[in-house]
């Protein structure tokens, strides 16, 4: 059919040939048309013959006659075996694939071997007898007749353990050299993706110190965009958060640790771990990434409350550096807003970045809550946005005995946040040493 449009195509354009060139020799119309005319016998020929396609067989149906037959492939013509390769629930039967062992010619077809090897792919290492299916299809692989490029490289690959227990690792290895997209969704595919996770996260981890900032900030996009989705095993996708969080790159660029940020704080599996919701997905993560994580937001929180809630005044902004000394050290956290303050937090642009706050029944006084491990357990720093105020220590169980928590919705000034003076910090004079000294030797909480 091609090559008659081709002709057709020609004798189209001969018309304009001879219009142009007046000159030309007289032409032999039966050698010019030879090649056209024997295209149209071969038409001739097959006017009767019409080509059917044999409808789809059933496969449970076919691999009855398979069993009835005491698993014998003699009986199976050439569409028949082919269904029974290429479905993914009898490829792999025990009985078949023994079966294919005493006949191993069988997969000399491509596309009967196509089947199986797609169907091994997708039922990865659970199939009964793997190491029996892969010492299979390697066997195939070399006696394949057809020089095919696709079979001849599995079978490189197979040499290369492809076709192994350590196909996944060795599929990683190949996605994270060259950053490639990891697409498939077999199972296979899943376990390549969960390699890819950890040994991307490996990689980086292992030359971050060798790198740039910019390359390392492509490298977590990548990671992010090619490797991290839904689909990751929900083991090695929390290992890769942990090891992101907890790498060298998020330590020492801001913008990388933005970046992977934003992908937490929207991610369906992740989210805000201050909030209930999503409280529970942080549990799988590492300790100490959850921690590191807090702090992060705990940093932005207090720049915050202290930009924002408080009057900008030289007094202020030592407060605001002291308390960022010890933001690696903070637990967890809370901002409180005074009904004066929540208006202010949103007309201001930066009002976004505290998404999650409680109220102080107070029309001016606002409060920040910093949760502490020291000596003997926990306790709580409250700072306060007005002039005048302390700080104030407690020991956590005396704040929680009084049935709060630091997501307590709305707090009562005198009676949930300054209900004991005992222990505070007055900011008076050369404070910030004594209040230093007073939280590293009787509290037991340093930066």
Not at 385 to 394: F, M, Q, R, T, V
Not at 434 to 444: D, I, R, T
């Amino acid at each position: 059919m091609t090559f008659t449009l081709g002709a057709l195509q020609k004798l189209a354009a001969e018309a304009q040939v001879l219009r142009h060139h007046t000159a030309l020799p007289l032409l032999d119309g039966h050698h010019a048309c030879l090649q056209l005319s024997r295209a149209v016998d071969k038409l001739r020929e097959k006017r009767t013959v019409i080509k059917l396609d044999r409808p789809k067989l059933n496969v449970e149906a076919v691999w009855s006659r398979f069993a009835s037959s005491r698993h014998d492939l003699g009986v199976l013509d050439a569409l028949q075996f082919r269904t029974l390769c290429s479905a993914e629930q009898t490829a792999l039967r025990p009985e078949f694939i023994a079966a294919l062992a005493k006949h191993p010619e069988k997969l000399k077809r491509s596309r009967c071997l196509y089947g199986m090897v797609n169907s091994y792919f997708a039922e990865w290492r659970t199939m009964q007898n793997p190491r029996t299916v892969e010492g299979l299809l390697i066997s195939a692989f070399a006696n394949h007749s057809v020089k095919n490029p696709v079979v001849q490289k599995w079978l490189a690959s197979a040499s290369r353990a492809l076709f192994s227990e350590r196909a996944a690792a060795f599929l990683s290895e190949e996605i994270c050299s060259g950053q490639k997209a990891v697409d498939e969704v077999t199972k296979l595919g899943l376990a390549v993706r969960a390699s890819a996770a950890r040994s991307g996260c490996e990689y980086l981890r292992r030359v971050e110190g060798l790198r740039e900032n910019e390359w390392s900030l492509r490298y977590l996009q990548w990671m992010t965009e090619k490797v991290l989705s839904d689909l990751t095993l929900p083991d090695a996708f929390s290992e890769a958060i942990s090891s992101l969080i907890l790498s060298e790159s998020a330590k020492r660029s801001e913008t990388f640790q933005r970046s992977l940020r934003f992908y937490i704080q929207n991610h369906k599996r992740l989210g805000d771990p201050r909030v209930r919701e999503s409280s529970l997905n942080w549990r799988s993560i590492a300790p100490e990434a959850a921690q590191r994580y807090l702090s992060w937001l705990a940093r932005d929180s207090i720049i915050f409350f202290f930009n924002t809630i408080l009057p900008n005044n030289s007094e202020n902004q030592r407060r605001k550096d002291f308390w960022l000394r010890y933001h690696d050290r903070i637990k967890d956290f809370q901002v409180a807003l005074s009904e004066a303050d929540v208006w202010k937090v949103k007309a201001s642009q930066q009002g976004t970045d505290l998404l999650y706050y409680s109220r102080v029944a107070h029309p001016t006084t606002s409060a920040f809550l910093m949760k502490f491990e020291g000596y003997g357990g926990q306790f709580l720093v409250i700072e306060f946005s007005e002039k005048g105020n302390a700080a104030y220590l407690y020991n956590i169980a005396a704040f929680e005995s009084k049935r709060l928590t630091l997501r307590t919705p709305r707090f009562e000034l005198k009676n949930h946040l300054k209900f004991d003076d005992t222990h505070r910090i007055i900011h008076n004079g050369d404070w910030e040493r004594k209040a230093a000294y007073k939280l590293s030797w009787e509290l037991g909480i340093r930066p």
